[in-house]
């Protein structure tokens, strides 16, 4: 008989992370190998091939793979978008180009500030006549032979990747799908997104963008789900359930995900946050930020209460994503983030990252840019190897790169490579202040959760220019993204426009549009081979006072939709206003609500691992000698002997002062003099200050 075992994998840009829970025994295991850029599928069966002889098992016994994707993320980030073409109404070519009026970091700097280049160029946009209004009625017919023109044009440029954003198509999608069958006539190799799919709801500029981001990273998604499904059919002779994360807190099955890549634009951090948010919970930690180190970049998010806040504001690098996601902020802050020199000659780190291959100057397969991690080696931060000493790291190649980094800027070595971690510390504390201080929360109130391999390298740092109290460094901190993929749901999300004052809206409208959208979310969901008694349906609506430009969501109740429901929903959103701005109307009879768009989500629900609880057993002070090596803590002092202790020899109940280097097979945590760790009965790690 075979067992039941699921298995999670996170594909970074540096390594592979792999977690397999066992249901029938509950047994959890992890582990990590190297990720492969040039094939990551490679990579991914490693991993699957090193986690089964781990459990002694066999791929019949594989129940499901759910996996975590950072390939659209870092095509995101590093602003790799290929050749991309963008149709629209006629008269409507400059949308990109007027865009919203927002200029970063406030008006203050807004001299300074020269708007970023399109994600389409001008003489890539082609208007196409044809006009619905807003209620989706048409104003002016499709212009048939406009449309074939456009398409032989994009054919004839070479352009294969295609957005389509139609005015009002929310409403009703008839234009943007006539729009796809000419372009299926007349160029048939176009990759086609339209909005009217993509994301369902008004503001063009936004759902236009959305839609280009989606075209964009669609290529070459689908080809990278694609050719890991087909792999795993390979591996085992059968359809294995392959599901991929989203950015939602959801995973999709591969089969649909490739028609949706855009939802996968977080897939990894997501995943991240989810499994944190469950560690930290467990850990009885109801305020939590999570920052999850990888390669490439850090991703950072708010937990309350268990759940990570959700957004449809998000962006990933430059580009905006208007899709239900969880809120990450991303920054190009990753262990193989380069440090390089400005025009100016200033010091800068990221966001260009050397990724796995060649990778940092200390992989010694040609990297020549000094990164984060060299700036780490060369400090003594982490050890002269990876993974338990799968991977020897050649320190004196990464010294001589960090002293030609030094010599241009006139440091020392010491100077030269805590000047790198520094910048990217306070990258990582800005990317966390705009997950807080900016959304009115104060950053001091909250625990910050570091995983990924390189997540908890900076933590010491991140409580100095934040305030942040304490850290939580999690069991196996470099799978956490990994786990997290094995504790969520089957999740898709339906969103429609319907705007009308609260006064005027009606119950059996409202009723019928959530009902339309429940069907679909049901659909879905026995797509995915759930049965109709396990459908969970999740109800929210997105609304504002009447001349506001932007709205709040607010939950919708269960059950039939009448007057008493609107009016408990008006409420919610009163109190949620008052909460998030410090104001309400909910007293003034002048100010009207308005409701906006109405969204249901569709859950199927899988079992989650447990966490285990382990008794106390330890003294606080550690009683052993622990081996050492010099570490570079403080440029000025420079190196000093530092207690280096292994994390599976530490129990439940024990800790000691910093200084010391915890190391495991996937990460290493520096705690800095001044600092102090313990760990708890769940096996987390927890930073705090030394009170001498």
Known sequence: ???????????????????????????????????????????????????????????????????????????????????????????????????????????????????????????????????????????????????????????????????????????????????????????????????????????????????????????????????????????????????VMKSNGGVLSADEVVHQPITTVLSGPAAGALGAAL??????????????????????????????????????????????????????????????????????????????????????????????????????????????????????????????????????????????????AWNQANALRQVTVKRGLDVRDFTLTTFGGSGSLLLCRLMDVLGIPTVLVPPNPGNVSAFGLLTVDVKNDYVQTHVALADALEPATVATAYDELTGRAADALAAEGFAPEQHQFVRTADLRYFGQAFEVRVPVPDGAVDAGVLAEVAGRFHAEHKALYGYDFSGDTTQQVEWVNLRVSGIGPIKRPEITRHEISGSWEMGWPAPSRPVCFDAEIGFVDTWVVPRADLRPGQGMPGPVIIEEFGSTVPVHPGFEVRVDEYLNLIVTRSES
């Not at 930290?280 to 490439?296: M, P, Y």
């Not at 003594?380 to 993974?387: D, T, V, W, Y």
């Open 1 to 243: 008989m075979p067992r039941r075992i699921r298995i999670g994998i996170d594909t970074g840009g540096t390594f592979t992370d792999v977690v397999a829970f066992d249901e029938d025994t509950g047994e959890l295991v992890t582990t990590k190998t190297p990720s492969t850029p040039a094939n990551p599928a490679d990579g991914f069966l490693a991993g699957i091939d090193k986690v089964l002889d781990l459990l002694g098992a066999t791929g019949a016994d594989i129940d499901a793979v759910s996996h975590g994707t950072t390939v659209a993320t870092n095509q995101l980030l590093e602003g790799k978008v290929d050749r991309l073409g963008f149709i629209t109404n006629t008269g409507y070519e400059a949308m990109l180009e007027i865009a919203r009026q927002s200029v970063p970091d406030g008006y203050g700097n807004s001299y300074f500030w020269v708007k970023p280049p399109r994600i389409v160029p001008r003489d890539l946009v082609k208007g196409v006549e044809g006009r619905l209004d807003v209620n989706g009625d048409e104003v002016r017919p499709f212009d048939e032979a406009g449309a074939r023109a456009v398409a032989r044009w994009f054919r004839d440029q070479g352009v294969d990747t295609l957005g389509v954003c139609f005015l009002h198509s929310y409403a009703d999608p008839v234009h943007e799908e006539r729009m796809r069958a000419v372009l299926l006539e007349e160029h048939p190799d176009a990759v086609v997104s339209l909005s009217s799919q993509v994301l369902r709801e008004y503001r063009e500029y936004e759902r236009a963008m959305t839609t280009l981001v989606d075209a964009a990273v669609k290529p070459r998604l689908s080809a990278y789900v694609t050719n890991i499904k087909a792999r795993l059919e390979a591996y085992d002779d059968r359809t294995i359930p392959f599901y």
């Open 279 to 424: 560690i930290a919970e467990v850990a009885g930690f109801d305020r939590v930020l999570t920052s999850d180190g990888g390669g490439t970049s850090t991703d950072v998010s708010v937990v309350i209460d268990g759940e990570p806040t959700l957004t449809t504001e998000g962006t990933v690098g430059a580009f905006p994503s208007k899709i239900p996601m969880i809120d990450v902020v991303t920054v190009g802050a990753g262990g193989g983030s380069i440090a390089w020199l400005s025009p100016e000659g200033t010091l800068k780190v990221g966001p260009q990252s050397a990724g796995a291959d060649p990778g940092p100057i200390c992989y010694g397969k040609g990297g020549t840019e000094v990164t984060i991690t060299d700036a780490h080696v060369v400090l003594g931060r982490i050890p002269p190897h990876l993974l338990g000493g799968e991977i020897p790291l050649d320190v004196d190649a990464a010294r001589a790169g960090v002293e030609a980094l030094a010599e241009q800027l006139g440091l020392s070595l010491e100077a030269c490579a805590t000047g790198v971690l520094e910048i990217s």
